[in-house]
């Protein structure tokens, strides 16, 4: 391969990291913006929600609707 050849894959290959750690970066931040809703829903309005795995991955994955879905399934009687 030649040297503007790997140059090249070498230009590619860093703005995919970047972008990879851009979107990354915001799932973190919605994560823990999940997390800290679903426990400051516990602290203010003592729902008694448990942090169990399945709670923890919605809010992980789902972040801020994500707590917002455990907090509504916990009022409907679901509790999960």
Known sequence: MSDAGLIL??????FG????MRSLKN???NAIMGL???ILA???????IGYSWLVILIC????????FLVILLHFLGFGI
């Open 27 to 29: 799932f973190v931040v």
């Open 9 to 14: 894959l070498f230009i590619v290959i860093v």
């Open 60 to 67: 992980g994955i789902g972040g801020v609707l994500g707590a």
């Open 17 to 20: 990291a970047f972008l990879i």
């Open 36 to 38: 800290v809703i679903l």
């Open 42 to 48: 516990n602290a203010v309005a003592s729902l008694d």
